[in-house]
């Protein structure tokens, strides 16, 4: 365990002093919210449900943004031979990565949701859509981690990235869209159900990913 | 590495399989055109459900078998269970297709619409999109072995994934007619709609099995042909797996040893 914070912690300096990938996710994932008042008028009419989608639109695509580039950059940086001659299994880079990744998701999320309730006045700071965030983007982050090393290496990687992660991310983004539209909807009781079954998800996809992880690292 | 050269006798078994096909399916077309009464709702729209049905199954079980290549490989790394995985994906790209454009020929005059956000056909749909993204990420990985290291993922996480999204989607919402033939009650159909069903099924699935047969032989012949080409690249006692078409000069040390 103590390594797997070993490498979540250089994954954390490295972004605190090269400032790489997080301020363009938090930028990316601002000016997606603003545009999205674009898309849908969110000043009336029903807004919970197409505020609440916009909103995860936005975490998903500043996410992959980010995750996209976090084996890709190892790579291009010669740095990933490096991380595998490390003593430790492909297991335990991958949860170093993919805590890195979640914090990074998080760290995303926290800056945009006080913008989103300024600017939509959704309730989007009750504490229930943040244990709903932070448990969307454990989810991501799982699956995202195990493409971004499966994207890092191939061509066309940027493109490759959002066709394996969005359709195998389904399950996620109804989860997460449902559950923000029954809080926003003032319905907070009903979204506890889809709140287990997004806890039950990322223990499915976290785990598979970590088991699979072994076959993507191997060169 | 020498062709394996298929013997006579497997020929003639496959060429077995392939004329039971055809017969049972020519079965399977007749029952369905004229045994099998016209539905009284629906009409004869109901029909193309002798196809439809058979497609939908075939395109799970291909899925189901790539996950069993994948798990293999991932397994045993043996170029066999990766043939295996990628021959299925193929065919069931093909079936998924199909019964995607199957379902929205019959919906179109029975919803009056040729899509429905419901889970069975949103999970196919994304099964589609899986299949893509297992192709582009053999075609995308630069290298056979890597290629099939990261279809392998791709095939484990995707058919995992599929009763998840179905699932998912179903807590969403749902429309599709309800299943008729596993009910628990027993299949609610007549018997002669459920005889043509049965027989078109077992067509189509000893379709899949043919065609899977063939696919897996092409497969193995494309993968022997890139392993001569590939050592053609080189001198025939040198043995590397380095895979550059560099000017190996002559090695000196190996030459030595005789």
Same mark, same amino acid.
């Given at each position: ?64 943004? +980010? ?10 940086? +010669?740095?990933?031979? @490096? ?12 949860? +170093? ?44 982050? @799982? ?77 | ?258």
């Amino acid at each position: 365990m103590r390594r797997v914070w070993a490498l979540v912690w250089k994954d954390l300096l490295v972004e605190f002093r090269g400032r790489e990938f997080l301020g363009a996710m938090v930028v990316f994932a601002l000016i997606t919210i603003v545009t999205l008042n674009f898309a849908f008028d969110l000043s009336r009419g029903d807004r919970a449900a197409p505020g609440a989608g916009g909103l995860w639109i936005a975490f998903l695509f500043a996410g992959m943004l +980010g995750l996209g580039r976090s084996l890709a950059v190892e790579r291009d940086r +010669g740095t990933l031979e @490096g991380l595998t001659l490390c003593p430790v299994d492909a297991g335990t880079i991958f949860l +170093g990565k993919f805590i890195a990744n979640a914090l990074f998701i998080v760290i995303v999320q926290a800056v945009s949701l006080p913008v989103f309730y300024g600017l939509y006045n959704l309730p989007s700071l009750n504490p229930m859509v943040l244990l709903i965030a932070v448990t969307g983007a454990v989810g991501f982050a @799982g699956l995202g981690t195990l493409f971004s090393a499966v994207a890092a290496s191939s061509r066309a990687r940027e493109i490759l990235m959002p066709l394996l992660l969005f359709p195998l991310a389904i399950p996620l983004v109804i989860g997460t869209v449902r559950a923000t539209t029954l809080i926003f909807e003032s319905n907070s009781a009903d979204a506890w159900p889809w709140f287990n079954l997004l806890a039950a998800f990322d223990v499915i996809f976290v785990t598979l990913s970590y088991v699979v992880f072994d076959l993507v690292l191997e060169e | 590495m020498m062709q394996r050269k298929p013997t006579d006798r497997s020929d003639t078994l496959v060429q077995g399989l392939g004329l039971l096909t055809v017969a049972v399916l020519t079965v399977g077309i007749f029952m369905a055109f004229v045994y099998a009464p016209t539905d009284r709702d629906q009409g004869e729209a109901q029909r193309i459900f002798y196809v439809h049905v058979p497609m939908a199954w075939l395109a799970y079980l291909a899925m189901g078998v790539v996950l069993v290549g994948s798990v293999g490989y991932m397994w045993k790394r043996s170029a066999r269970m990766d043939r295996l995985a990628r021959s299925s994906a193929e065919l069931g790209f093909l079936f998924t297709t199909l019964v995607l454009i199957t379902g929205s020929l019959w919906g179109r005059p029975i919803w009056n619409a040729w899509w429905q956000w419901e889970a069975r056909l949103t999970t196919t749909l994304i099964l589609w999109f899986i299949f893509i993204g297992y192709f582009m990420v053999r075609a995308y990985a630069g290298d056979r072995e890597r290629g099939a290291r990261y279809a392998a993922v791709l095939g484990i996480i995707g058919a995992i994934d599929v009763p998840i999204i179905h699932q998912s989607v179903t807590w969403w919402r749902t429309l599709h007619p309800e299943p008729i033939v596993l009910d628990t009650g027993g299949p609610n159909l007549p018997d002669s709609m459920l005889a043509t069903l049965l027989v078109c099924l077992a067509g189509f699935t000893l379709l899949y099995g043919y065609l899977m047969v063939q696919k897996t032989r092409i497969e193995t012949v494309r993968d022997e042909l890139a392993e001569r080409e590939l050592a053609s690249l080189f001198e025939p006692e040198v043995e590397t797996h380095d895979r550059r078409p560099a000017p190996v000069s002559p090695k000196v040390s190996g030459a030595a040893e005789d």
